[in-house]
């Protein structure tokens, strides 16, 4: 019915760039907040960034400027362009969205299937 479908993950070295993107499409009536999350080997899945309906934004404090978020022109794309990456991003990241189906009054959070991104040498 509705599916986020993440791409742009992949192997870097330490100090380089990636910009993720994730596509939501399906019975969508509306779409509140995106976001990315990831995972890294061993830990829970944690917050990355997240952008409103309103596109405020908000950063975990460890990619605060090395990570900017945004979404597209149809607001029903999310990108997170990572820069100066290191060891420690390494990880699974999901796309999370908050969305409004045609068939169900109230909002609920779905995600993607997760890219992964290793940052080494």
Known sequence: QV???ESGGGLVQPGGSLRLSCAASGSIF?????????????????????ISGGDSVNYADSVK????????????????????LGPEDTGVYYCNAVIRTMTWLY??????QGTQVTVSS
């Open 3 to 5: 599916q986020l479908v």
């Open 30 to 50: 509306s779409i509140n907040a995106m976001g990315w999350y990831r995972q890294a080997p061993g830990k829970e899945r944690e917050v990355v960034a997240a």
């Open 65 to 84: 400027g090395r990570f900017t978020i945004s979404r597209g022109n149809a607001k029903n794309t999310v990108y997170l362009q990572m820069n100066n």
């Open 107 to 112: 909002e609920r959070a779905y995600w993607g």
